[in-house]
């Protein structure tokens, strides 16, 4: 007798919702068991699935950033040779305050400028100065500068660092040097002002209840459910919220997924149905479950499309 | 201050039954030590003992503390073999038979050799499974009447059935000192041995317990080989008939109690004898 | 079903073996005048222990293979063409087999191939059973004949059945051995993977620790210095015990030198209630209580102390090792002799002179023995440090900063979202090497302490 | 020479002035000294109350939850699938099995929200709400609770009966106070409606606070916070209890009997008893990176398992009663070991008869201190994939579980961080209760052991 | 069995300093305890001791094990304090002071009443530091020049300074078992007590450890108050001039401890001395 409940693991972003698709897919299909959803982050999810094929091995793993090519390769080496992935939907990055503070309204290069360890001054790159959001751009308010950012083993940090800081530097206009100098120019953090967040967000809430003045990283759930001790920041001037990130108008936004192991469908039993009902309207869908628990959707041509590609057997590559 | 020379006496014997050293010729040998040395580790604690022990007599050991009297005794039931590092040299023969020898079980050596201790260790058990052990694990009695029957002889022998009949259900633990020991040499009989080693039994109980434990020696002795280590020169004096003097860890004079304490040969055993030494 | 045959072989087996041992070596003893060497259940012990050992043997191979000899029997019964299929394919075809021959049946209609497969499973199956069973029991039987031909009155059957009573006492204590073994294996290759990206120098002695994330592709793989990692274990070890220490070790003086017996008896026990609290509720406690209480009190006396921070972490976990260090000071101080403290107070010395001048200083090497523990018992400490020292691993002397240390890294590295062939991940065991020895190292050190301290006194 | 310590007359006093005069000094020291001690228990005492103190008044409220009492319509309307399918009418099990899901399926996608949403409707006739407002007053599995109570007694149909449905995460955050009442309706998780309507119902009783059983009897839950309770956690907990159990004291046991009374004094033995006390010490965060590795990895077992858990607990907690019978068997007298030898019995009967069973109240007492560090442990745990969503309670050590720890550590992680806030000290009560429920039982059955002996 | 009676004598003093009981009448009474019972939680250990006890001369207590000879030394110097549940009842007055009256420091008391124990326990310090703890606590030395003084002329009066000269930093618990006890001593000195309490001194010590100790300790008798615990009544003999018998936590005889072995005028003590008890 095969195993028949799904083992799910990996990102501490996607969790929630896989969790709250489990239970309502355990609601919805009597004859199935619940699935299990583990944590781990989304590097153990992908550990646990390029593991190998059988049954002491993951069949989905959750992911918030992409299965790298390394990660495929190992994959493969360990046999596991169909991986299908699946985006699902988007998760919002959104910066907040206590719900005292002042008014942000951020640009990337304010949020560069507040965190980078060296900043451009007259062209020339200084240890950074600033003290007071207010030194950065008088449209800020007189804040003093404290940002809790998360950590480097969060995925979020990666979108942080693309979209925001990436973006910041560019717009900052830094004196030219090669590549690799840049790189660290942009993305290396100066310590006195920025604490970095390796646990979830009620840590950095607590940062910030802690210290008033701090800006703190969430997710967008996050926010929405503690609507009433945090204030949101607009980024480019738009407010984040579903519609925005939707649509594309809110920067800091980046795509969930999970990894299938194609070798178990068919094999442990329910898993192309919780792939088909996780993707379907009223739970990934606009107005779904996943979208009230704080999930950006994808429009539901995208999901199609990726239920469609699943079903396909299409594997991933890189 | 030769004022307070022989100001010390020690009468002894008021116990009644008595021997006399041609009595102690008919007792034919029951155990023979020759050249038994001992080695705690690096260190030698017997130095070449050899001793013949009479059957149905009661021998002392005396010596000053740390001369070698219980390691003596240790080696004639094998305990020693339980102490780390000890190393036993020599031979020593029991009815004829070496005990050290290599087809010899050593639990069934120690069963025809019991021992008592000088603490009172009763288990904590009744006072009928602590005698009833040793008939128990030995497969002694073939059914509960045969144990009921073995305990209840080996309590009456020492001494002690009248006392604790009642309570033979109640834990040995809470018997008295006195009781106790005697409860233990209860058990040692009950396994039925032929010799029983006592390392100086009387040490931690108050006189009168001291008293009634050495009368129930002097019972004993008409049916065993009795071996008893003691400190205390009076109590040798009243209660064996065989007395051997240990000094560091050599046997220096071995004899008939009587001439022991009156006669000493030895120079060292005099002085032992007469204070000067311990 | 199979399972309850088993047993009953077994039982069976075990009854008639011992009941064989125990009659037979009785009539010996009865017949003739001879004494037994062992008694009559030492006899049936050994029998037993002849009969089941074979059977047992017998029916573990069989649970070890009959797994690949079921499958590798259903898939030669099937089409060649299955047995080609991918590993999982195959697996399912055998399930649909033994779901048929299970009698459940299976969804949609099986196929007169599965049918005929199912059938000659379900004979085979139980063909095998019976052999299996047989074999044992026949095995058994030799065992038992062999046994019991060996009995008699000399046969020392107690010392044969302690033999092998002994054996699995000392089977039992080499998994302690394994445990070792096994952290150490299962930490090394990983950890050696990890050096094959950062030198073991850069990690030993880095002053950074700044593990990039990895973006898909991108090159830099960040800076892993041990050191800040290290530096915070060790800060909040030193605030544990600058807590700890003090309190614990005087509320040992205190309950084992001056408190009456009554108090004693209730104290002690309230006190070491602190140690069964699960380390989780006091990394909740500091997060919610004592990381805000300290931050206020900061804020009273001016100084900027965070709420997550290394103080926080470091008192918080001096009041998980109060109890440690006070039960371990307490049995210390026991073993003064008692001699030793009447030495004191006959010449006339007061109560504390005692303690200070005497105890404690007879104590010390016991004292420190039982503080490297608890140092070692804080260094490895997680949870507390996970939920209140707020992870900043960066080289800093002020504590009232948040800080982080090796065990937090070990945990935030390998369940966080990065990539889990790169150092990212790997460094946890790195991490998790550097603190087993780490510990190790302590504790050798204590150990050696307290046992020269023991040899003092005994 | 002086006479400073002759007994001389005139010596004698000039040391007995001396004397005299250190003695304030002295006094005051030793009085110092002693509050110091006074001062450090109390500081002990002071934290054990304070952390009891935070937790239970955290956490007690939390037991008591807002539950919504109405009638619901069992609408034949609004309910499909028909009646339950019955075992006769297939040829295989399989097939039965197959129509019930079908069937099951078609009960459960019925639209159950309308049931709710018209039984509470009917408890407030007067009040205008949109539906999507009154239906977030309850908890989202208000509907498969209706569910379950059909899929019991398919006999409602079309009755209307009393039910309580508990209300949602939110309302009970409303109602007990735990997010701020004063914010403005942009930042309420609730809309104005739903909040006057849940204090309408606090008023007429259609709500009230009801000891919260659920959260003994429930899983763990995300998508209706509400429900959420321990059972999961508690049953992974037990499983992993009893592995420890099973496998930590028998083989702790024979290994200390081994070791103490067994093993010949030497470098090998010396190694052990080392290895053993490092054990002790180990982080456990490095015996759950073994757990991966080796139980997982290399013996293939399943990840999220309480019998990996064990596995792992047993190995840290082996130590722990290892060396504590070892103490115990150190503090059995020698005399009782020589009693029995003396009287011919073996060493393994001396062993078994006489020391062993004299060491049975410090074997208990280190099991169940063991047993209690064992259940309070998180970080392995973490690493061997417990730290897991678990909707199932688990049925045997081999399905996935939680432990109460890690379910702890995941609710005090929650982004509904006002409702499980108090949950999380919740657990903690449950937790701390079982912890000093069992150190009870050790005292208890420790001081029955020492009487009998 | 009359043979043996008479045949244990004891030789004493083989000192020679010898003293006669007209002597004695010069020592004003040290020590003087009236009515002294002890209690330990509910059993009492001692039922109403009065006893003077002589300056400048050595009194021994003598008597079979646990009969209170302890317990009642430990009074005099209030070591009874420390074990709980242990209620002293009685006058005990030193120099006429009552000991137990509440005005009386114990830690002077203790200074002025020094104390040996049975088994030797220097502290784990250098032997400097051993004998120079008391004075160190108490303040006795202005300088170190003076402490060095003490710490000497302690050392040398108990006899050990010629052997231990060269090693005063090294630790005191690396002495044998003698010279551990001779530290013992020298400690007990330095803090310049009036009074020096032995509890069984040479229990632990061997035959020619116990000698020089015996030798001290009449050395001793010249400048202090001497009360030493003996289970010996060869060395009570030997060392005494004033000899008191305790049995069962009553003083059976008090007197010239000459008279006390010649002539004891009860009949216990008579049945103790010629070895019948004990
Ligand atoms: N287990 C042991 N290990 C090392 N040395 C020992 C051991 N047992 C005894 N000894 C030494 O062997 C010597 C003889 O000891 P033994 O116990 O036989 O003396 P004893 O005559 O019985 O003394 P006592 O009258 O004090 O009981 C002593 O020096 C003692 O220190
Ligand atoms: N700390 C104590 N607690 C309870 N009872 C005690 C204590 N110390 C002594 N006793 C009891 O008081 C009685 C007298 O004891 P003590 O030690 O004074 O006797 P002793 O004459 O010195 O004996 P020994 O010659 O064995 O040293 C004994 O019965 C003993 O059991
Ligand atoms: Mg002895
Ligand atoms: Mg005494």
Not at chain 2, 221 to 234: A, D, L
Not at chain 3, 58 to 85: K, Y
Not at chain 3, 337 to 354: C, F, N, V, Y
Not at chain 4, 355 to 370: F, Q
């Amino acid at each position: 007798q095969s195993r028949n409940t799904i083992q799910i693991a990996g990102s501490s972003t996607v969790l929630p919702f896989a969790s709250i698709v489990a239970e309502e897919f355990a609601n919805a299909f009597p004859d199935y068991n619940a699935p299990n959803v583990a944590g781990g982050g989304s590097g153990g999810g992908k550990r646990q699935l390029c593991e190998g094929v059988g049954e002491a091995t993951l069949d989905i793993a959750n992911s918030s950033s992409k299965m790298s090519a390394s990660e495929l390769e190992s994959c493969h080496a360990n046999g596991v040779t169909d991986v299908r992935e699946i985006v699902f939907g988007y998760d919002g990055i959104v910066f907040a305050t206590g719900i005292n503070q002042g008014d942000f309204a951020l640009e990337p290069v304010h949020l560069y400028k507040a965190i980078a360890a060296q900043v451009p001054v007259d062209g020339e790159l200084v240890d950074n100065p600033y003290t007071n959001w207010s030194e950065i751009d008088a449209s800020l308010p007189d804040q003093g500068i404290f940002v809790a950012i998360p950590g480097t083993n969060h995925g979020t940090r990666e979108v942080f660092d693309q979209r925001v800081l990436e973006a910041g530097c560019e717009a900052a206009e830094l004196p030219e040097m090669d590549e690799d100098a840049m790189e660290a120019a942009c993305l290396t953090p100066r310590q006195d002002v920025v604490v970095e967040i390796a646990g979830d967000y009620t840590e950095t809430l607590a940062r910030l209840q802690s210290n008033p003045e701090a800006v703190g990283v969430f997710g967008l759930s996050f926010y929405d459910q503690n609507r009433d001790t945090l204030k949101v920041a607009t980024v480019s001037g738009v407010e984040p919220s579903l519609d925005t990130i939707a649509a594309g108008d809110y920067p800091v936004s980046r795509p969930l997924q999970f990894y299938v192991k194609g070798a178990h469908v068919g094999v442990i039993p329910g898993i192309e149905d919780y792939v088909a009902f996780f993707l379907s309207e009223q739970m990934a869908g606009a107005g779904g479950t996943l979208e009230a628990a704080g999930l950006v959707p994808a429009s539901s041509e995208f999901l199609a499309g990726q239920l469609e590609a699943f079903n396909n057997a299409e594997q991933y590559t890189r | 201050m030769d004022v307070l020379a022989g100001k010390v006496k020690v009468t002894s014997k008021t116990l009644d039954q008595t021997m006399n050293p041609a009595e102690l010729m008919d007792h034919p040998i029951r155990l023979s030590a020759r050249d038994v040395t001992v080695h705690y580790g690096e260190k030698q604690a017997l130095h070449g003992i050899s001793i013949d022990i009479p059957d149905r007599a009661v021998t002392a050991f005396i010596g000053p503390s740390g001369c070698g009297k219980s390691t003596f005794l240790r080696c004639i039931n094998r305990m020693n073999d339980t102490i780390e590092g000890a190393k036993v040299g020599g031979k020593i023969e029991l009815d004829g038979e070496d005990i050290y020898s290599a087809d010899l079980d050593v639990v069934e050596l120690r069963a025809r050799v019991g021992m008592v201790f000088q603490k009172p260790n009763p288990f904590p058990k009744s006072i009928y499974d602590n005698v009833a052990y040793g008939p128990r694990i030995h497969g002694l009695a073939k059914s509960k009447a045969d144990l009921d029957e073995i305990v209840i002889s080996s309590l009456r022998k020492a001494g002690l059935f009248e006392e604790v009949k009642d309570r033979l259900a109640e834990p040995g633990t809470g018997l008295s000192g006195g009781q106790q020991q005697r409860l233990c040499i209860a058990r040692a009989i009950a396994v039925g041995p032929e010799v029983i080693l006592m390392d100086e039994p009387c040490s931690a109980l108050d006189p009168i317990a001291t008293a009634i434990i050495e009368e129930l020696i002097d019972e004993l002795r008409e049916n065993y080989t009795i071996v008893i280590v003691t400190h205390s020169m009076q109590q040798a004096a009243r209660v064996s008939q065989k007395t051997a003097f240990f000094h560091l860890g050599n046997l220096i004079e071995h004899g008939d109690t009587e001439d022991i304490f009156t006669n000493p040969v030895n120079k060292q055993t005099q002085d032992y004898i007469m204070g000067r030494i311990g | 079903m199979n399972a309850l045959v088993i047993a009953a072989l077994l039982l069976v087996l075990l009854t008639v073996s011992y009941q064989v041992g125990w009659s037979r070596s009785r009539k010996l003893a009865d017949g003739k005048d001879t004494r037994l060497h062992s008694r009559p259940i030492y006899h049936g012990a050994l029998a037993a222990l002849f009969a089941l050992l074979p059977a047992i043997v017998i029916l573990g191979l069989w649970a070890l293979f009959s797994q690949s000899v079921t499958n590798s029997f259903i898939l030669a019964q099937l089409p060649a063409e299955v047995a080609q299929q991918q590993p999982f394919e195959v697996q399912a075809a055998v399930s649909r087999v033994q779901a048929i021959a299970s009698g459940y049946g299976v969804i949609g209609e099986p196929t007169p191939m599965e049918t005929a497969a199912a059938s000659a499973y379900a004979s085979f199956q139980q063909l095998s059973f019976l052999g299996v069973i047989a074999a044992a029991a026949a095995l058994g039987a030799v065992g038992l004949f062999w046994a019991q031909r060996r009995i008699a009155p000399r046969l020392r059957a107690r010392t044969e059945v302690e033999i092998f009573v002994r054996l699995a006492l000392i089977a039992c204590s080499t998994v302690a051995i394994l445990t070792t073994l096994g952290i150490v294996l299962s930490l090394l290759s990983d950890a050696l993977r990890f050096f094959s990206f950062i030198s073991p120098l850069d990690f030993f002695f880095g002053t950074t620790w700044n593990p990039r994330f990895q973006s898909t592709g991108s090159g830099s793989a960040g800076e892993y210095g041990l050191l800040p990692l290290l530096w915070g274990t060790v800060m909040i070890s030193i605030i544990a015990m600058l807590v700890a220490v003090p309190i614990g070790l005087m509320s040992a003086i205190y309950l084992s030198q001056y408190a009456h017996a009554r108090v004693r008896s209730v104290v002690k026990p309230i006190i070491e209630i602190l140690a069964g609290i699960p380390t989780i509720v006091y990394g909740f406690f500091a997060l919610v209580t004592v990381g805000p209480f300290l931050s206020g009190l900061g804020d009273v006396i001016g100084i900027n102390i965070r709420a997550t921070s290394a103080l926080t972490a470091g008192v918080v976990m001096g009041i998980m090792i109060i109890p440690f260090i006070s039960s371990l000071s307490d049995d210390i101080l026991g073993q003064v002799p008692r001699t030793m403290r009447d030495g004191s107070l006959g010449l006339g010395a007061t109560q504390s002179e005692t303690i200070r001048k005497v105890l404690l200083p007879a104590a010390l090497p016991g004292v420190v023995g039982a503080v490297l523990l608890a140092v070692s018992r804080a260094i490895g400490e997680t949870m507390i440090v996970v939920l209140a020292a707020g992870n900043s691993p960066v080289l800093r002397a002020n504590p009232a900063e948040p800080t982080s240390t090796v065990t937090v890294s070990i945990v935030n590295q390998l369940t966080g979202d990065a990539d889990f062939t790169s150092p990212q991940s790997l460094v946890a065991f790195a991490l998790g090497l550097t603190l087993f020895a780490m510990t190790l190292l302590l504790n050798v050190l204590a150990l050696y302490i307290v046992r020269k301290f023991r040899e003092q006194y005994e | 020479m002086t006479d400073t310590v002759l007994p001389g007359a005139a010596a004698g006093a000039q040391n007995r002035e001396r004397v005299r005069k250190s003695l304030t000094r002295r006094h005051r020291n030793e009085t110092l000294f002693r509050w110091a001690g006074i001062l450090s228990i109390a500081a002990a005492l002071g934290f054990v109350a304070i952390l009891f103190g935070m937790i239970l008044s955290k956490g007690l409220p939390s037991f008591w939850q807002s539950t919504v009492h109405f009638e619901a319509y069992f609408d034949p309307e609004l309910i499909q699938g028909g009646p339950r399918p019955e075992r006769a009418d297939f040829a295989s099990p399989a097939d039965h099995q197959q129509a019930v899901n079908t069937w099951q399926r078609a009960v459960t996608m019925s639209n159950w929200n309308k049931i709710v949403e018209t039984g509470l409707r009917e408890a407030a006739p007067d009040f205008e709400i949109e539906s999507r407002d009154l239906l977030e007053l309850v908890t989202s599995a208000g509907r498969f609770q209706l569910r379950d109570i059909y899929f019991a007694d398919p006999e409602v149909l079309g009755q209307t009966v009393p039910v309580s449905i508990l209300a949602s995460a939110n309302t009970d955050n409303w109602l007990k106070g735990t997010i701020d009442r004063s914010q403005p309706d942009e930042r309420q998780q609730l809309a104005a409606t739903t909040r006057a309507l849940a204090d309408q119902f606090e008023e007429n009783g259609t709500i009230s606070f009801d000891f919260a059983w659920h959260i003994f009897t429930n899983v763990d839950s995300r998508s209706a916070p509400a429900t959420a309770g321990l059972a999961g956690a508690f049953m992974g907990s037990l499983y992993m209890m009893i592995v420890v159990i099973v496998l930590a004291v028998p083989i702790g046991v024979a290994s200390a009997v081994y070791l103490e009374e067994f093993a010949p004094k030497n470098r090998l033995t010396d190694l052990i008893e080392v290895n053993i006390n490092n054990l002790a010490a180990v982080p456990s965060i490095v015996f759950g990176l073994l757990g991966a590795a080796v139980f997982i990895n290399y013996f293939g077992l399943p990840r999220s398992a309480p019998l990996v858990g064990g596995l792992v607990l047993t190995l840290m907690t082996l130590p722990t009663i290892i060396i504590a019978t070892r103490a115990a068997l150190r503090a059995v007298p020698p005399s009782l070991r020589q009693a029995a030898l003396g009287l011919g019995a073996s060493h393994n009967q001396t062993v078994f008869h006489h020391v062993l069973p004299m060491t049975y109240p410090g074997v208990l007492t280190a099991t169940i201190i063991g047993v209690a560090q064992a259940l309070g442990e998180t970080a392995p745990l973490l690493l061997i994939g417990m730290s897991a969503f678990i909707a199932n309670i688990p049925a045997g050590p081999l399905d996935s579980a939680t432990a109460l720890p890690v379910q702890i550590y995941l609710w005090q992680g929650n982004e509904n961080r006002n409702f499980f806030e108090a949950r999380t000290s919740a657990a903690i009560i449950v937790l701390l209760g079982l912890m000093l429920l069992l150190n009870a039982i050790a005292i208890f059955l420790r001081s029955r052991l020492e009487k009998r002996a």
